[in-house]
Structure formats: structure tokens, C-alpha cells
């Protein structure tokens, strides 16, 4: 059987270059399933690798979209398990990396069958969006789904409506759509997460921004103004900063709620891995060594 490892942890915790460790130790291939890093336009606010990190070894599904480009998490199931069929072909183990949980899901088991989107609920949905506001769907889908309110990222309208829409059809929260397994992989799957106190991981956060900030993230997204209506820029780092360009906001508040919602977007990821059973976690502070003894006592050994 062949070998996925998928690092996982929040935001900003060290899951790159635990990858590149990783990656070169096994002489191995790097997948990214972090949804926001697939769009080349957006480098800075979603902390992509850097020219130099991507050197070190082989990457896929990094920069391969532009925000223009609709992408969903089937068409990324469909492209992510061909990809790794065919290295797979070559190499004994993989690296997966990436903290978008829904997606790392869709590989590691697969997605649910859920209906197609029912345009009827979609129009109510949009028309309550746009009469009252995103709030008016996030007050929506609590009431329907507490569990799975507590994990989507609640400042994106397509996941929103998209699981208030299959509520609505199916009579079953999202939750317990989404809940059953339902697809037997061909190769073997070991999760490794990182973890840290709490307060380490909103100190890293807050200094992130601070870098992605003097990196040039608010002339990112200046260039990408004209774009502000599409699904991809519905994300943190870029919201907040059009809202300074709109006048809404100073430069610095805008930055404060980035920070702010940097660390709510980790405090559900964190709740999220919490229920999961199957992850092995090793310290942020000696994250390489650790996953390397734990993969050896697995019998996972570098290829001859």
C-alpha cells in the first residue's frame, strides 16, 4: 500500500516547512489543500510558499488558478486523486499539507453524494443576503446546524448557502450529511498535526499579518479590487482591506480585524480537529524530529 502523510493544524502554526522536511526526507511530492492558495493572484494574504520553498521540493495545486476561474471542491477531489494515482506510479509516499479541513476530507475519504445546488433556495437565500446581510445566513444556518456552524468559515456566502440549501433538501443538517465516509482509498493515510498553546498559536498569527503586511498585502489587494465580487476574495486579509479602500475603515483597524479573524478562522479549526480521532500530534516546537520518529515507528521509511 502506498503512503499519504497530511499535515494538518491553525493558520500560521509551521505546517510548510514541517512539509518541506518532510518532502525531503521521503525524496518525495508535495500537494497543497489549502482552497485559498490555489489562486495565483492572492500570494501574500494566503501565505503562499515562497519561490524558495517551492524550490526545495515538488508542488501541486499552488498558483494553478486564477480568482477568475471557478473551482469547486469536486472538481478538486476529481484532479487531487488523479494526481496522486499517477505519482503514486513513482513514489512509495506522498505529502499532503494544507489547513482547509472540508478539502483535506474530500481526499482522505472522500466526498459525500449530496444534491445539486436547488436554484429556487439559492435565489430565497441570495435575496435574504442581499436584503439583510451575510448575518441574516449565519443566524440561518446556527439555528439549522450549531455543530457545523461552529467550523464553516462564516464570512463565506457559497458555504453558507450551500449548506442551508442542502438542509433544506434533504431534512438533515449539514453534519450529518457530511458525517458518513464514503469512499475506500487505495493507499494508506497518516494525519500528523501540530499543536501549540493557544496563546502561541494568536502570537503567530498576529506577527503573520504583521509580515504579510510589509510583504505588500495591501497593494495585493488594491490589485485585486476589481475582482472583490468573486468567490475567492470572500476571505480574510483581502474583506477587511477593501473595506479601508472604501472608506470604511482606518488602515490600522483593518489590519486588527484581520488578526481577529485570522485567530476565530484557527479557533475552528481547532474545534474541528478536536472531534477528529485519527491524528497524530506532534509539538510546534520540535514538529520535524517528532513526526520523523513517529513515522518511523509507522514503518514508513524513505525510499532505497
Same mark, same amino acid.
Given at each position: @500500500?502506498?503512503?499519504?502523510?497530511?499535515?494538518?493544524?491553525?493558520?500560521?502554526?509551521?505546517?510548510?516547512?514541517?512539509?518541506?522536511?518532510?518532502? +525531503?526526507?521521503?525524496?518525495?511530492?508535495?500537494?497543497?489543500?489549502?482552497?485559498?492558495?490555489?489562486?495565483?493572484? @492572492?500570494?501574500?494574504? #494566503?501565505?503562499?510558499?515562497?519561490?524558495?520553498?517551492?524550490?526545495?521540493?515538488?508542488?501541486?495545486?499552488?498558483?494553478?488558478?486564477?480568482?477568475?476561474?471557478?473551482?469547486?471542491? *469536486?472538481?478538486? =477531489?476529481?484532479?487531487?486523486?488523479?494526481?496522486?494515482?499517477?505519482?503514486?506510479? #513513482?513514489?512509495?509516499?506522498? !505529502? @499532503?499539507?494544507?489547513? $482547509?479541513?472540508?478539502?483535506?476530507?474530500?481526499?482522505?475519504?472522500?466526498?459525500?453524494?449530496?444534491?445539486?445546488?436547488?436554484? +429556487?433556495?439559492? +435565489?430565497?437565500?441570495? *435575496?435574504?443576503?442581499?436584503?439583510?446581510?451575510?448575518?441574516?445566513?449565519?443566524?440561518?444556518?446556527?439555528?439549522?446546524?450549531?455543530? /457545523?456552524?461552529?467550523?464553516?468559515?462564516?464570512? %463565506?456566502?457559497?458555504?453558507?448557502?450551500?449548506?442551508?440549501?442542502? !438542509?433544506?433538501?434533504?431534512?438533515?443538517?449539514?453534519?450529518?450529511? !457530511?458525517?458518513? $465516509?464514503?469512499?475506500?482509498?487505495?493507499?494508506?493515510?497518516?494525519?500528523?498535526?501540530?499543536?501549540?498553546?493557544?496563546?502561541?498559536? /494568536?502570537?503567530?498569527?498576529?506577527?503573520?499579518?504583521?509580515?504579510? @503586511?510589509?510583504?505588500?498585502?495591501?497593494?495585493?489587494?488594491? $490589485?485585486?479590487?476589481? /475582482?472583490?465580487?468573486?468567490?475567492?476574495?470572500?476571505?480574510?486579509?483581502?474583506?477587511?482591506?477593501?473595506? /479601508?479602500?472604501?472608506? =470604511?475603515?482606518?488602515?490600522?483597524?483593518?489590519?486588527?480585524?484581520?488578526?481577529?479573524?485570522?485567530?476565530?478562522?484557527?479557533?475552528?479549526?481547532?474545534?474541528?480537529?478536536?472531534?477528529?480521532?485519527?491524528?497524530?500530534?506532534?509539538?510546534?516546537?520540535?514538529?520535524?524530529?517528532?513526526?520523523?520518529?513517529?513515522?518511523?515507528?509507522? %514503518?514508513?521509511?524513505? =525510499?532505497?
Amino acid at each position: @500500500m502506498k503512503n499519504l502523510i497530511s499535515i494538518i493544524g491553525t493558520t500560521g502554526i509551521g505546517k510548510t516547512k514541517l512539509s518541506l522536511a518532510l518532502a +525531503q526526507h521521503f525524496k518525495t511530492e508535495i500537494l497543497s489543500c489549502d482552497s485559498r492558495q490555489f489562486f495565483q493572484e @492572492m500570494k501574500i494574504g #494566503t501565505a503562499t510558499p515562497t519561490a524558495a520553498e517551492l524550490s526545495e521540493a515538488p508542488h501541486h495545486f499552488i498558483g494553478h488558478l486564477s480568482v477568475k476561474d471557478y473551482y469547486s471542491i *469536486g472538481q478538486f =477531489e476529481k484532479d487531487a486523486t488523479a494526481k496522486l494515482q499517477q505519482l503514486f506510479s #513513482t513514489k512509495d509516499t506522498l !505529502i @499532503m499539507v494544507g489547513g $482547509s479541513m472540508m478539502y483535506e476530507k474530500a481526499i482522505i475519504e472522500g466526498l459525500n453524494d449530496l444534491p445539486e445546488a436547488d436554484y +429556487q433556495n439559492q +435565489q430565497k437565500l441570495e *435575496g435574504l443576503m442581499n436584503t439583510h446581510g451575510i448575518e441574516a445566513l449565519q443566524n440561518l444556518l446556527e439555528s439549522l446546524d450549531p455543530e /457545523y456552524f461552529s467550523t464553516v468559515d462564516r464570512e %463565506n456566502p457559497r458555504r453558507l448557502l450551500r449548506a442551508i440549501d442542502v !438542509i433544506w433538501q434533504t431534512g438533515k443538517s449539514y453534519t450529518e450529511n !457530511i458525517s458518513t $465516509s464514503v469512499k475506500k482509498r487505495d493507499f494508506n493515510v497518516y494525519r500528523i498535526g501540530i499543536t501549540a498553546p493557544r496563546e502561541i498559536i /494568536y502570537e503567530r498569527i498576529n506577527r503573520r499579518v504583521d509580515l504579510m @503586511m510589509q510583504a505588500g498585502l495591501l497593494q495585493e489587494a488594491e $490589485s485585486l479590487l476589481p /475582482y472583490r465580487h468573486l468567490v475567492p476574495l470572500q476571505t480574510v486579509g483581502y474583506t477587511e482591506l477593501f473595506r /479601508y479602500f472604501d472608506g =470604511e475603515w482606518t488602515l490600522d483597524f483593518a489590519v486588527e480585524e484581520i488578526k481577529k479573524n485570522s485567530r476565530r478562522f484557527a479557533k475552528r479549526q481547532l474545534t474541528w480537529y478536536r472531534k477528529e480521532t485519527n491524528i497524530h500530534w506532534v509539538s510546534f516546537e520540535n514538529p520535524v524530529e517528532e513526526s520523523l520518529s513517529l513515522l518511523h515507528n509507522l %514503518n514508513i521509511k524513505p =525510499e532505497q
